[in-house]
């Protein structure tokens, strides 16, 4: 629990979510860089003003994802878009790359001097969207080492949403999450089968029950549900629901942020 602690300096942390518009290269594709990083720049304010306690990056719009590698054109941009996120918001920052390009995700971390990684494919294998995601546990931290980054923190997504999991059946969730804390994780991540979906309460529960290792929620976080996943948790990813009408892929609304963050310190002093 350590690292989580330095990192967040706050009570069970809300990480709000800044999807990056399509970047260079990618279908989607139709903004200058120029304009990619002030519409990031222009959310994380907001978030900071409505009084989020983290923000991450993620390169969602940047559908179909490659798999595990992606250009420099996305790293490099995703780099200097964080340095300036970090640099103007001074919250706690992290990153994911997708889809599982996790020493990509902790190369711009280094260099953007950000705080945590979201990592897919940290053990076992599952098939998700981009094909077969193998685990990267063994290679990443190494790379970890080698850079001098061991102060940036490592969460794992476990049964990760959007994929299947048939291989790993006989597999439960807490024995993945066993072996993602034996394989040197700094925390878990569980999530609903897709963008949005609620994790299970049943399996927060009995990860808390059984791990002295950080557990997040990922997925499905809202208003309404919070004060049931808020005592089951370690830390909150929320993305959908700080969006107009609660999808990803429209604006932010500051006034479900502000209102989410209000119940969230009201949770903290009870």
């Known amino acids: 629990m350590q690292k989580i602690k330095a990192i967040f300096k706050v009570d069970k942390p809300v990480i709000a979510m800044i999807h990056l518009q399509a970047l260079a290269g990618t279908p989607k594709n139709n903004l200058s860089s120029e304009a990619i990083i002030k519409h990031a720049l222009d959310e994380a304010k907001t978030y900071q003003k409505a009084g989020v306690d983290a923000l991450m990056i993620e390169n969602m719009h940047d559908v179909p994802y490659l798999k595990n590698n992606v250009g420099h054109e996305i790293s490099s941009l995703m780099a200097i878009i964080a340095y300036l996120i970090k640099k103007e918001t001074k919250l706690p920052l992290g990153i994911q790359i997708l889809a599982g390009a996790n ?20 053990v076992f294998a599952h098939v998700a969207d981009e094909g077969l995601i193998e685990a990267q546990a063994a290679e990443l931290l190494r790379y970890r080492k080698q850079i001098g980054a061991e102060q940036i923190a490592i969460f794992t997504d476990i049964k990760k949403k959007h994929s299947s999991h048939q291989i790993t059946a006989d597999v439960s969730l807490l024995d993945t999450a066993l072996a993602a804390q034996f394989f040197l994780s700094d925390g878990v991540i569980i999530t609903g089968n897709h963008t949005g979906d609620n994790a299970s309460t049943t399996d927060l529960k009995a990860l808390k029950e059984k791990l002295n290792f950080p557990v997040f929620v990922g997925s499905g976080l809202t208003l309404d549900n919070l004060a049931e996943y808020y005592p089951i948790c370690d830390a909150m990813i929320v993305g959908s629901y700080f969006k107009q009408n609660g999808y990803w892929e429209h604006a932010i609304d500051e006034k479900r942020v502000v209102l989410f963050m209000e119940k969230i310190n009201e949770l903290r002093n009870n």
Request: hydrophobic share 65%; net charge positive.
């Open 103 to 122: 020493k990509a995700a902790l190369a711009v971390a280094k260099a953007a001097n950000l705080d945590f990684v979201r990592a897919e494919g940290f």
